[in-house]
């Protein structure tokens, strides 16, 4: 039994994101709620909304048991840029890519 969560389109880099799905994968529910509370990161917030998504899912469509909930899989998949012009001198004009992702979480049950 899984239950499964999905954040699409959050304007942020994947490659922020990834470094704090390194930090939770694995973990207990409860222990990586705690730890993304306490990074100072921007990409937790998003991670945080989307833990508690599929902890809800587990609990209301799944009936597991938080208390023994773990992440099993957390993964990153870059959405699509918004490529933006940013003005530069003599006339020339720099690209600035605004990159978004896609977030993906699965919680499984903990065996004894």
């Known amino acids: 039994m899984e239950a499964k969560a999905k954040a699409t389109y959050v304007r942020i880099s994947p490659r922020k994101v990834q470094i704090v799905l390194d930090l ?15 990074t100072p990161k921007a990409a937790c ?9 599929a902890m809800a899912n587990a609990e ?3 009936n597991m ?10 993964h990153v998949a870059p959405g699509p840029i918004l490529k933006r ?5 003599q006339g020339r004009a720099y690209r600035i890519n605004k990159r978004t992702s896609h977030i993906t979480l699965v919680l499984r049950e903990m065996e004894d």
């Open 24 to 38: 939770i994968r694995n973990q207990p529910a409860d222990k990586a709620m705690a730890i993304l509370q306490y």
């Open 45 to 53: 917030e998003p991670i945080a909304k989307v833990l508690k998504s």
């Open 60 to 62: 209301n469509n799944n």
């Open 65 to 74: 048991d938080v208390t023994k909930l773990y992440v099993a899989y957390a």
């Open 85 to 89: 012009i940013q003005p530069r001198a």
